[in-house]
Nanobody, 120 residues
């Protein structure tokens, strides 16, 4: 009932920047927490950053000082500005939302992911 579409991934050189977007649609009453996660080859999926409906952000240590998470509640869209990218940031980035839908159920939804590759 909640569809997520990520965009903005791609190939970037070390030190470069990318901006990811995650747009949510469907029978949404309210989106509570939104978050970005990533999974590198051979590794488990890990948290990058989360943001509440009120705008409170939380970052993994690896993202602090380089990444900025934000959201536009009117558009049900979340962003991740990534600066100072490093090769170790290479991964598939997924967005996740916790949302209440018109049936009054609240659950988590995941996007299909967008590839970010940092390489010279």
């Amino acid at each position: 009932q909640v569809q997520l579409v990520e965009s903005g991934g791609g190939l970037v050189q070390p030190g470069g920047s990318l901006r990811l977007s995650c747009a949510a649609s469907g029978n949404i009453v309210m989106i509570h927490v939104m978050g970005w996660y990533r999974q590198a080859p051979g590794k488990e999926r890990e948290l990058v950053a989360t943001i509440t409906s009120g705008g409170s952000a939380n970052y993994a240590d690896s993202a602090k000082g380089r990444f900025i998470i934000s959201r536009d509640n009117a558009k049900n869209t979340m962003y991740l500005q990534m600066n100072g990218l490093k090769p170790e940031d290479t991964a598939v980035y997924y967005c996740k939302v916790t949302a209440t839908v018109v049936s009054r159920s609240t659950y988590d939804s995941w996007g299909p992911g967008t590839q970010v590759t940092v390489s010279s």
